[in-house]
């Protein structure tokens, strides 16, 4: 499983290997700082570049994949989907359902 391995192995210190992502907008590298994801078509991993905060729950992560042959440029999302603990600074237009165990039916 090389993917596997390189997924590890990548987690802290991979400088970009692809110095130049397609981007009309500055440059801001900050390898390790973003979610770890694998390129949807080769399977490789990606390297994030640059985030934007779309809305109070959408954050949008450029991301350029390593594998030289493919070379795919995306966007994905980061979004909170459920609560584990609930805040302690609830802004009450932010609703998120909430964590529940697996019933003991299962
Ligand atoms: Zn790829």
């Known amino acids: 499983m090389e993917l596997q391995k390189d997924f590890f192995s990548m987690s802290s210190k991979l400088p970009p290997v692809n110095d130049n992502p397609p981007t009309d907008k500055p440059k801001i590298y900050s390898v390790g700082h973003y979610p770890k994801v694998i390129c949807p078509h080769c ?6 570049w640059k985030t934007s905060q779309q809305t109070e729950l959408v954050r949008e992560i450029y991301y350029a994949c390593q594998t030289p042959d493919c070379g795919h440029v995306f966007v994905a ?3 909170p989907v459920r609560t584990i603990l609930k805040s302690q600074m609830p802004n009450p237009e932010i609703r998120l359902p909430n964590y529940q165990e697996k019933s003991e039916a299962n």
């Open 77 to 79: 999302q980061l979004v």
């Open 43 to 48: 399977l490789g991993s990606c390297t994030g």
